[in-house]
């Protein structure tokens, strides 16, 4: 079971970034994906979440209407486009596998490595 994050680098504020998550090794039609962030001295924070299976989409109120979660079945791929992007979303970003929807760190069981993602002028 593997999950690799990548697309992260240095946008300006404003600007968009689109990330990542290539899974491999297990079937994802029963689980849910997410995006986490955690930034220096911080907490993992929640972003994103797909239930694979029926595509129901879950975001916090801090990127909602900036951030989407979207997948390709084909690719075994899940994506997260960043539109609008702040200063305050600089942190390193993971994509996490789950038996289902939730949106603490522990409700995942598999994580990739983490892309960095710097917002800044």
């Known amino acids: 079971v593997q999950l690799q994050a990548f697309g992260g680098g240095l946008v300006q504020p404003g600007g968009s970034l689109r990330l990542s998550c290539t899974t491999s090794g297990f079937t994802l039609d029963f689980f849910a994906i997410a995006w986490f962030r955690q930034a220096p001295g911080k907490e993992r924070e929640f972003v994103a979440a797909?239930?694979?299976?029926?595509?129901?989409?879950y975001y916090p109120d801090s990127v909602k209407g900036r951030f989407t979660i979207s997948r390709d079945n084909a690719k075994n791929t899940v994506y997260l486009q960043m539109n609008n992007l702040k200063p305050e979303d600089t942190a390193v970003y993971y994509c996490?596998?789950?038996?289902?929807?939730?949106?603490?760190?522990?409700?995942?069981?598999?994580w990739g490595q983490g892309t960095q993602v710097t917002v800044s002028s």
């Open positions: 797909i239930r694979w299976s029926s595509g129901r989409r």
């Open positions: 996490a596998r789950g038996p289902r929807y939730g949106t603490r760190p522990d409700d995942y069981v598999y």
